[in-house]
């Protein structure tokens, strides 16, 4: 086994060789045996054997084991963790008074702290904004657009961040305007001029 350093969510692959085939290999990270998973792959073909680690995450680090009769391989895997940042920020909109407008952005990892905030205030989930987080996509929805929603928008997410601003026009809309009924006249005042 070769120790192993990766970068947070890469696979992790280590290999080892036996002397006999159909040998059986126990496979153990940090002491603990690990069982075949969507996580931890372990394949046999002929005299070598694979552990295969997807979507590594800082956890996964630690020291690993092949045991096989009363040999034993260790190797170290080290999982450098992927930085807390905007992978697509939020970007200006123009809505119409009335709509509903959803900002969206994307981030790199699932967890991590997001707050949203309205011109610097922190905006919490209410049934005019909702905030939703769905893995690594991140949204605020506002409904019924006002002109008081007009304002610079910013997602933190740990310490960076992203703004947009957002710009609400009127409804377009036609003003009738009334003009007189010719069938009956308005008033007219004459002045008399000296």
Same mark, same amino acid.
């Given at each position: 086994l070769e120790d192993l350093h990766v970068k947070e969510n890469e696979f992790a692959v280590f290999e080892c060789e036996v002397n006999k085939k159909n040998l059986p290999v126990d496979w153990f990270i940090n002491e603990i045996k690990i069982e075949p998973s969507s996580k931890h792959q372990i394949l046999a073909e002929g &005299? &070598? $054997?694979?552990?295969?680690?997807?979507? +590594? @995450?800082?956890e996964d680090a630690g020291d690993v084991r092949a045991e096989f009769r009363k040999a034993v391989c260790t190797a170290k895997l080290t999982v450098e963790p992927l930085p807390y940042k905007f992978i697509a920020g939020l970007t200006d909109m123009v809505v119409i008074q009335g709509e509903t407008v959803t900002m969206k952005c994307k981030v790199t990892k699932e967890d991590g702290k997001v707050i949203w905030k309205k011109n610097g205030k922190q905006i919490k989930s209410n049934r005019k904004h909702e905030i939703q987080r769905d893995g690594t996509d =991140?949204?605020?929805? =506002? !409904?019924?657009?006002?002109?008081?929603?007009?304002?610079?928008?910013t997602c933190q997410y740990e310490d960076d961040t992203s703004n947009c601003n957002l710009l609400v026009e009127g409804k377009s809309c036609v003003?009738? +305007? @009334?003009?007189?009924? #010719?069938k009956h006249p308005i #008033? +007219?005042? =004459? $002045? !008399? +001029?000296?």
């Open positions: &005299v &070598v $054997h694979r552990l295969s680690i997807n979507m +590594t @995450k800082p =991140l949204t605020l929805t =506002l !409904r019924d657009i006002t002109p008081e929603e007009q304002a610079e928008y003003e009738h +305007t @009334k003009f007189p009924n #010719p #008033p +007219t005042f =004459l $002045h !008399r +001029t000296r």
